[in-house]
């Protein structure tokens, strides 16, 4: 199983960028899917997640700019990014929280990171 995400780059601010991560391998059930980011010097933060059902949560500091959503057909998770700020600049790393196969726990699943930069 791998995650494999996409999308990023650099923008100025005010800018939008959406990042894509797609699920390769064969499972039995994807549960939570989410964002997460680390900016240079900072701890690894949750940016937002989105429930199998499509429930979803987000940081105060993305709330109304950041959008997440997935397509579980495609096994496919997204951040829609809008009103980009500097303070935004970080390494987004998706994450999955993946059955593997029937009758196995739960286990998390990372993938390689995309940069985004925000800078005029």
């Known amino acids: 199983v791998q995650l494999q995400a996409s999308g990023g780059g650099s923008v100025q601010p005010g800018g939008s960028l959406r990042l894509s991560c797609a699920v390769s391998?064969?499972?039995?059930?994807?549960?939570?899917m989410g964002w997460y980011r680390q900016a240079p010097g900072k701890q690894r933060e949750l940016v937002a997640a989105?429930?199998?059902?499509?429930?979803?949560n987000s940081a105060d500091s993305v709330k109304g700019r950041f959008t997440i959503s997935r397509d579980n057909a495609k096994n496919t998770v997204y951040l829609q990014m809008n009103s980009l700020k500097a303070e935004d600049t970080a390494v987004y790393y998706c994450?999955?929280?993946?059955?593997?196969?029937?009758?196995?726990?739960?286990?998390?699943?990372w993938g390689q990171g995309t940069l985004v930069t925000v800078s005029s």
């Open positions: 994450n999955a929280k993946i059955v593997p196969r029937l009758l196995y726990g739960e286990d998390d699943y």
């Open positions: 391998g064969s499972v039995f059930r994807i549960n939570n």
């Open positions: 989105i429930t199998n059902g499509g429930i979803t």
